[in-house]
T-cell receptor, first 112, second 117 residues
Framework: SQKIEQNSEALNIQEGKTATLTCNYTNYSPAYLQWYRQDPGRGPVFLLLIRENEKKKRKERLKVTFDTTLKQSLFHITASQPADSATYLCALLNTGGFKTIFGAGTRLFVKA | GAVVSQHPSRVICKSGTSVKIECRSLDFQATTMFWYRQFPKQSLMLMATSNEGSKATYEQGVEKDKFLINHASLTLSTLTVTSAHPEDSSFYIC?????????????FGPGTRLLVL
């Protein structure tokens, strides 16, 4: 069955450092991979989308890589700030379909 | 960015009662909306796809008679949890794609916390 794995353990880093979160998937060939941010008790907020033919994408302090051979995406937040503390969700979507599959997310804590 | 609202933000009800949750796209029209359920520390699970002017499409294992969906207009979808039981307690989130029904970019509502006593 289709499966998305994100590190269930929280990631604790110091302010100013780069946070790197991992998303691995199996039994799926997504056309798109998305990253969302979710704060406690709130709905997810869209951050970035990367297509299957794109290796990497950058948006301000965010950088995403997408390796369809390894079936893995890495999500980087550079110059991290305490305000970046949240849960980050990885999501996969295939072409022409309407079903998005979400990972359980990784909790990030950035300490001042 | 596009805004999606949900009402209520949280609701507590007695077992056996029905609860209606509204999802509105405030500044864009959405022919399609999605309803998710999220249990603590778990991923969002798609429950159903709400289609304006037609019946909703339910995911496997989701009872359509228990989770009634009505997409009344291009900006409003409602989810009614009928005869709610404590196991229905969860965080319910709706979303709407901005462009043409594709899910490339979804805008999520703030969620509704349901507690069934």
């Amino acid at each position: 069955s289709q499966k998305i794995e994100q590190n269930s353990e929280a990631l604790n880093i110091q302010e100013g450092k780069t946070a790197t979160l991992t998303c691995n998937y199996t039994n799926y060939s997504p056309a798109y991979l998305q990253w969302y941010r979710q704060d406690p008790g709130r709905g997810p907020v869209f951050l970035l989308l990367i297509r299957e033919n794109e290796k990497k994408k950058r948006k301000e302090r965010l950088k995403v890589t997408f390796d369809t051979t390894l079936k893995q995406s890495l999500f980087h937040i550079t110059a991290s700030q305490p305000a970046d503390s949240a849960t980050y969700l990885c999501a996969l979507l295939n072409t022409g379909g309407f079903k998005t599959i979400f990972g359980a997310g990784t909790r990030l804590f950035v300490k001042a | 960015g596009a805004v999606v609202s949900q009402h209520p933000s949280r609701v507590i009800c007695k077992s056996g009662t029905s609860v209606k949750i509204e999802c509105r796209s405030l500044d864009f029209q959405a022919t399609t909306m999605f309803w998710y359920r999220q249990f603590p520390k778990q991923s969002l699970m798609l429950m159903a796809t709400s289609n304006e002017g037609s019946k909703a499409t339910y995911e496997q294992g989701v009872e359509k008679d228990k989770f009634l969906i009505n997409h009344a207009s291009l900006t409003l979808s409602t989810l009614t949890v009928t005869s709610a039981h404590p196991e229905d307690s969860s965080f319910y989130i709706c979303s709407a794609p901005l462009a043409g029904g594709a899910q490339e970019t979804q805008y999520f509502g703030p969620g509704t916390r349901l507690l069934v006593l």
